[in-house]
Every structure is written in C-alpha cells, then in structure tokens.
C-alpha cells in the first residue's frame, strides 16, 4: 500500500526555518518525481516544488524560489522541503505528493499533510 | 493562471455538475488534471490530461476541453461528491492550480 507520512510542521516565528520531511512507502520511490503542494483556506492549493525521479531536476514556484527547498534521499525513500525566512502568509497546511508513472507531474496519491503556523 | 467558476455551485443530490476551468495561455499538449479536496482531507486526482480519468475514479466524472478552456462533469451527484475542486495545469512552469469551485448541498 503506497503511503507517504509528512512530518516536521510546527508553530514558528517569522524569519525562522523548518525542514519538512516526507516519508514513502509501499512504492519504488526511485522511480516517482516527488512534490509538494500546499493549502490555506483563502487562496486553496498552491504548487510549490518538484524533483524529478532522480532527484537531477528540482523545479519551485515564484513565489518560494530561493527561499524553499526541494531534496531527496533515496536511502530513506523520504523527500524534504527546507523552509527558509518564513513569513505569515506562508502559514498552511503542506502536503506532500506522488508524481504518477504514467504522467510524473501528475499526483497520483498524496500524504495527509503538516501544518506549519507562522506567528510570533 | 487558471481561473474557475463558478466560484460555488449549489446542487441538489442526483442533480448534474459542470465545472469550468479557463487558462490564461494555450495548455501545452492538454496537460490540465483535475482534484477534489474535502475538508481536512488530502486532494484526490480525478482527471488527467484533460479526459482521462485516474485509476478507481467513477465514470460519472468526466473531462472535456482543449486549448484554454477546460470542463468537468459530474453526471449524477452522489452525497460524497459535495467537495472542493481544483484544475491543475501541469504541461510547464508555473504548474499552477486553479482558485477551486464548491460544489455545495443546495
């Protein structure tokens, strides 16, 4: 049964960091691009970051890019996000995901998230 | 950017659904999925490239579209249906998602 555990959330102050960890199972992790999405209920889902199988490509949005970011360790089968100079606004649940074998940058099954508050 | 509406429909059980979904550029090769998302829970694909549905979704969703405008429908609503839903553009940078349609119990 696939499965992907997120975990690392937590309350921290502006400016801090946090690193996001997601942990897969009952898959070959190799062979899956990896994701992470986020949600707040005023703006809905918000892509963030992607790695390629092989971890070679890392792809992020805009509005996180030099801030956060995207690795893997296949040893650990776990993909992380480092989440860097935190704001309010990025106060959300984050999510992540599983990119299909047939279409890597479609997500096929998805973690049960970690909410991170941003709040002094 | 993806823009939806309507912003929140409001049905009936058994009652039809149709979703818009209108990119602002042409979709590079219909490369546009569609989730559901209900409270406190995690979005669950239900469409990709454009019509074809994911593993265990039901026939009664569909998806349609090309181009920048995109639809899903939901033939006959079940009491489970009643969710949030999002398009997803994914063909190239920014993989954005839309803003989300409700479909609510009227």
């Known amino acids: 049964e696939v499965q992907l555990a997120e975990s690392g959330g937590g309350l921290i102050q502006p400016g801090g960091s946090l690193r996001l960890s997601c942990a897969a199972s009952g898959f070959t992790f190799d062979r899956h691009a990896m994701a992470w999405v986020r949600h707040t209920p005023g703006k809905g889902l918000e892509w963030l970051s992607s790695m390629s199988p092989g971890g070679v490509n890392t792809y992020s949005a805009g509005s996180v890019k030099g801030r956060f970011i995207i690795s893997r360790d296949s040893s650990k089968s776990t993909v992380y996000l480092q989440l860097n100079s935190l704001r309010a606004d990025d106060t959300a649940v984050y999510f992540c995901?599983?990119?299909?074998?047939?279409?890597?940058?479609?997500?096929?099954?998805w973690g049960q998230g970690t909410l991170v508050t941003v709040s002094s | 950017v993806l823009t939806q509406s309507p912003g929140t429909l409001s049905l009936s059980p058994g009652e039809g659904a149709t979703l818009s979904c209108r990119a602002s550029q042409s979709v590079y090769s219909n490369s546009l999925a569609w989730y559901q998302q209900k409270p406190g829970q995690a979005p669950r694909l239900l469409i990709y490239?454009?019509?074809s549905r994911a593993t265990g979704i039901p026939d009664r969703f569909s998806g349609s579209g090309s181009g920048t405008d995109f639809t899903l429908t939901i033939s006959r609503l079940e009491p489970e249906d009643f969710a949030v839903y999002y398009c997803?553009?994914?063909?190239?940078?920014?993989?954005?998602f839309g803003q989300g349609t409700k479909v609510e119990i009227k």
């Open positions: 995901a599983r990119g299909s074998e047939k279409r890597q940058l479609v997500y096929d099954f």
């Open positions: 997803h553009h994914y063909g190239s940078l920014p993989r954005a």
């Open positions: 490239d454009a019509s």
